[in-house]
């Protein structure tokens, strides 16, 4: 199993920047469930975007991405990331 902070260099392009959030649980659309790890990522390359990712668990790196925004956007993210990790009691480190 891979174990955070993870390597997000082959998604990265010259310019961009990964920040690691922390670990918590996570529920998507389709009512899957688990624990990820979450980074935050600013894009440079085509524009600015910032996206909220979260790395799957497992033997390889398969980074899912929650929510992309134009521009940067990395402390509106980020405040909401730990805002919804501490209303369900999740860890904020």
Do not use: I
């Not at 929650?66 to 990790?85: C, E, I, K, N, T």
């Amino acid at each position: 199993m891979l174990t955070a902070p993870h390597d997000l260099t082959p998604w990265l392009a010259p310019g961009d920047e990964a920040q690691h959030l922390g670990g918590r649980a996570w529920t998507d659309a389709t009512g899957r469930s688990g624990w990820a790890e979450f980074y935050l990522v600013l894009h440079q390359a085509d524009g600015v975007w910032t996206h909220l990712c979260r790395v799957a668990a497992g033997a390889r790196l398969e980074l899912v991405l929650v929510r992309a925004v134009p521009g940067d956007s990395r402390h509106a993210l980020r405040d909401a990331f730990f805002a919804q990790s501490l209303a369900n009691g999740a860890p904020r480190d």
